[in-house]
RNA sequence: GCUAGCGUAGCUCAAUUGGCAGAGCGGCUGAUUUGUAAUCAGCAGGUUGUGGGUUCAAGUCCCUCCGCUAGCUCCA
């Protein structure tokens, strides 16, 4: 005898072994058509599976209107697109193929190189397959048949899959839909009718099981909906993202330029950016000093051999500037970080525990050379500006710096909005040589940092293991730019490594008179302001808000009749501070508006014959409209207290 | 770096099968003197990313390099 527990709270009997579609069917034929899969005690099954021959399991039947048929229904779609494939080219063997957000891709082995002009043809066979309607089987084979079926379907990454993948699995899944059999752990739908809408989006390499070193796939991604209105909600939804793209507002807007002419991923900062950057500067050198940082100046080149006692040279050798070679012998490293020399000042004198914690700031300059194919816009580049900071404390003050690192972080991305971010504590792989220090150094520091972060509000905190420094645990402020991509901005990063006797040896004198060494902490609440600003673009779609705004306000005449009146309150705006300029073409008052509305400036204020004849302005705020007439003082007064408040434009505006 | 795609005026894009390189915006000049998202007219603007090849003829086809885009790998 089984019990079924159903989400509304009712209960079914079963004396006979069931499957979930029987559950479905026994409660009616309209469910049972519905239904996709189920989820049946908290795992998401194919609606093919039985349910345990007694006792009690919670079972939820789940149809489209469940969020989690989508990834099964997306699972399906991937196993049709593999097997229009196979039907349309010889000699393909299947790697892997998962659904991701918004769709699902599947890696395939094939000499002939698919392209974007072949998609019309393999979603032809696509819709065919769905069109055919035959349903989807599960088989279960015990390893050695399952080992011997894939050699027979010629598919070898399979065999290799598990033989190594699987190797502690006694019985293995397939699914087979027609003639197309995969290696699968399934779940899928019963059958491919509920792909309602699907498209193929691109095509790109991707290493087998990740690895650069072994040989290269073709993995093709597609999207699928329940129905083609959904898909074209989805696809609509990726145009207006990529309105927001960085590189486009801050080509619009010209904030920023790269040329090859100077270099790939190399940022020109324009006018307009580069006030934007001396804002957000401005914004954190305040918190430094209130902090009890210090700031330092150094310089963006070395001797090599501070990288190699530093380890970043052997390490990072071939993502670095090749060193510049001097005709006396000296070598020089283009620096790729900031801290040996921030180590340097710290090793200047000696220390007492006294002077602890010692905070050097500085917005370090650094260049690395990144990948061709990493560059992307302001987001990944090989030459940014840290708003670096090295703290050099006890073991014991540790903590407490560490946690003021995260609040530093978390208040800065507070002031612009940014709310939307994730945090991740970055540990090591216990299976990996790649990590310097002894473990039990590392155990002690990734509890202790764990320990302040759990004791935080930290949104959506996840510990990463293998996502550590070389050097120490971290913890990182991760952001999505508008295509999904996910960023590092801030990072707190705690080192063991560089004081250390094998590294710097630095040193301090305790209370007990004798040398201890350092603990450091490298942190950067920004990260880099190319990537920061980029994100903020992004977040702001362009709009700023008034303490950021490039150009604050702009006076625009109705006539050219009002040029002096317009010069003068321009001229007082200036004198309060503000950044401000005048429009005074001949055009008419709507297209002036119209310009300023384009390149986003937050206030406009509008003067003719009435404003001249009582000395006013009439203020426009780009997303609210006129906002009536008033004095300039209370303008201007206005517009001080938004920027003192750092006030962050009204969410929802429909225009921009 | 690898796979696929792309590169035409300052910007956004067009150019049929290989057959006279074009439009809008922007710029400049002139007219207009304007009241809350585009006033009108005229003019200028190009070795079609680079170098080579095929052809009577190349923006279009082939090769090289450079750059960009998406993904993979990497990311101190």
Redesign the pocket.
Known sequence: MLEVNLPDGSVMQFSRRVRAIDVAEAIGPGLAKATLAAELAGRIVGADSYLPDEGTVDLRLLTRKDAESLGVMRHSAAHVMARAVLRLYEGVELAFGPTVENGFYYDFALEE?I???DFPKIEAEMARIIKENEPFERIEEPRDRAIQLCRDLGQQLKVEHIEQGLRDEQTVSFYRQGEFIDLCRGPHLPGPAAIGAFKLL??????WK???SQR?L??LYGTAWFSKQDLEGYLKRVEEAKRRDH?VLG?QLELFM?D?DVG??LILWLPKGAMIRRELEGFIYQKLIEHGYQPVYTPVIGRVQLYQVSG?YPY?AD??FPPIDMADGDRYLLR??NCPHHITIYRSKPRSYRDLPLRLAEFGTVH?F????????MT?VRGFTQDDAHIFCTEEQMAAEFRGCLEMTQSVLATVGLHNYRVRLSFRDPHSDKYVGDPATWDRAEASLRQVCEGMELPNLEIEPGEA??YGPKADFIVADC?G?EWQLGTV?LDYNLPSAERFGLEYIGPDNQPHCPVMI?RAPFGSFERFIGMLIEHFAGAFPLWLAPEQVRVLV????FESYGLEVERQLRAAGLRATGDYR??????K??DA??EMIPY?L?V????TASRTV?V?ERRR??LG?MPLDQAIARFAQEIATKALPDPGDS??
């Open positions: 190189p392209s974007e002009a691109s095509v790109a390499g991707a290493y990740g690895d650069a290269q073709q993995r590189r080509k790269i090859p790939s991923g970043h990072y993502s670095q790729p970080m690395r990144e990948q061709s194919g990493e560059l992307s816009g990944r420094a070389f295509i991509r990063q490298h109705v006539s050219q009749k001949s055009e008419k008052i709507g297209a508006i119209r509305q384009m406009m509008v003719g014959g009435r404003e009439a426009r409209g006129d007439v225009r921009n």
